[in-house]
């Protein structure tokens, strides 16, 4: 299980907020009001030329997973599959179902 927040502000020096939205607003606030300095940050792909019109298979099986398709889409990628994966660690049986799946796709058309 994971500590609460307020109880490890205690133990931070300060916060770094990834990405956009108000999804960390109330974490935020708390580090705020702890006295902690607030940083923000972003990701961006580099290599975005080399992504552009390519074509991907995108498997995902993280906590928001849309947004790495997003980020493939933003670099100008195809995406023929864009799967999300409920496990951590999906079995290779469960990628190798999916992928026969998106040949039989292929094959039919």
Not at 74 to 85: C, K, S, Y
Request: proline share 4%.
């Amino acid at each position: 299980l994971r500590a609460k927040i307020v109880d490890q502000l205690v133990f931070t020096s300060g916060l770094l907020k990834m990405g956009e939205g108000t999804a960390a607003d109330s974490v935020v606030r708390q580090a705020a009001r702890a006295g902690r300095p607030i940083f923000e940050a972003h990701t961006e792909p580099s290599g975005k030329a080399g992504l552009a019109g390519k074509r991907f298979l995108a498997f995902a099986g993280i906590g928001h997973p849309e947004k790495f398709f997003d980020t493939v889409r933003e670099a100008g990628g195809v995406l023929e599959i864009d799967t999300v994966f409920e496990l951590d660690h999906v079995p290779e049986r469960i990628i190798d179902e999916t992928l026969d799946a998106w040949r039989q796709r292929k094959l039919k058309g």
